[in-house]
């Protein structure tokens, strides 16, 4: 009886999810672009502010239980589609059936100037970047940023290279950085006197996609620390755990109090941009902590294979044969924070330029 009811339970889960599929609108046909788009992985709460970025599809959003072999019923009734996955959770069959079916398939994530709030408190995003080709964090094959950053004219466009500058100051000068949750703190109280080179070592969360695309060794934030310390024996190596480990939403690899001899460690939240100050160079391994370090002139090192390596402005321990030439800070700016990313007010819709985005934040 007990196997009767689950299989019952779990069709009818089925139906209602192929049933949600096929009436929910976000938004009336007439009011879209014809193209429709099957956006797959993205949470519900999500919904409302990522449909505001993708102003030329007709959406429609896939539950996570899907069953493909319902779902293609519905897909086949369109004659252009795409789909849009949040990162990289694709699974094979669904990427084996668009293989098949000549299907787009392509992928979401947050931008690089995202919100006041985490995205794990729920807080909306005022920018997305959506990839044709793979995403900016996997370096293991190229993607829309790679491409832009090879091929786009940085020098034959003067007015984007000061549009990038002025934005660059602006960041810097009201603390703007991908999330802006945490308030301003002293670093003098907290790091002490400085009296030696000072050494920041950024945790991530370990198994997050982002180590696991763009590094191709597997790093724990316990090795980054190990390294810095082997390669600067004199220096003060100050460790600043990643915001979710530390406050407990998302569970930590390695324990840092196999570390603790190598470094002091950051107990309590501290935002990035107050981090870096007094900083004289910066080990990571992914995180984009590591740009915004350089965009303040501040000398970084590299395990895995962030965007912002292979471009002759770190030091790199794993090289990117695709990525042939050398850029400034501010041409590597406009690429990845000028071209690649959209930018939206996610509860109006109103497109934004990185520059009202930012206002929009801070207020």
């Not at 099957?38 to 899907?66: A, G, M, N, Q």
């Not at 316990?222 to 480990?245: F, G, T």
Request: proline share 5%.
């Amino acid at each position: 009886m007990d196997k009767i009811k689950k299989m019952v339970k779990k069709t009818i889960k089925t139906v209602l999810a192929y049933m949600t599929i096929t009436y929910w609108k976000l938004a009336p046909a007439g009011d879209r672009g014809q193209k429709t788009a099957f956006l797959f992985h993205v949470s519900k709460w999500k919904r409302p502010f990522i449909v505001r970025f993708l102003t030329e599809y007709k959406v429609k959003f896939v539950p996570f239980d899907y069953n493909l072999k319902y779902l293609r019923h519905e897909i086949e009734r369109y004659d252009d589609v795409d789909f849009i996955v949040w990162g990289y959770n694709a699974g094979r069959e669904l990427k084996q059936y668009a293989s098949d079916k000549d299907i787009p398939l392509y992928r979401i994530e947050d931008g690089f100037v995202r919100s006041k709030g985490l995205g794990a408190l729920h807080t909306p995003p005022y920018s997305v970047c959506l990839d044709r080709k793979g995403m900016y964090f996997d370096s293991s094959r190229p993607s829309d940023l790679e491409d832009i950053l090879n091929q786009f004219p940085f020098k034959e466009n003067p007015a984007l290279l000061e549009e990038a500058e002025k934005n660059i100051r602006k960041l810097k000068e009201l603390g703007v950085s991908k999330y802006n949750h945490v308030d301003k703190r002293s670093v003098h109280d907290i790091y002490g006197p400085k009296t030696t080179k000072r050494i920041l070592v950024i945790g991530q969360v370990e198994d997050d996609a982002s180590i696991k695309m763009g590094s191709s060794e597997k790093w724990t934030n316990n090795d980054l620390v190990r390294m810095a310390r082997s390669e600067h024996k004199e220096a003060q190596i100050i460790y600043k755990p990643h915001p979710d480990v530390l406050t407990g939403r998302r569970e930590k690899q390695s324990n840092p109090e196999d570390i603790r001899h190598l470094a002091m460690i950051l107990e309590s939240p501290l935002s990035l941009v107050d981090a870096l100050e007094t900083i004289d160079h910066v080990y990571t391994i992914t995180s984009l902590s590591g740009f915004e370090a350089l965009l303040r002139g501040i000398p970084v090192t590299t395990a895995g294979a962030p965007f912002y390596s292979g471009w002759g402005l770190t030091d790199d321990r794993q090289s990117v044969d695709r990525r042939k030439r050398n850029l400034s800070v501010t041409e590597l700016f406009v690429g990845a924070y000028l071209l690649y990313p959209r930018y939206r007010d996610p509860h109006t819709g109103e497109e934004l330029t990185l520059s009202e985005t930012i206002n929009r934040i801070i207020k």
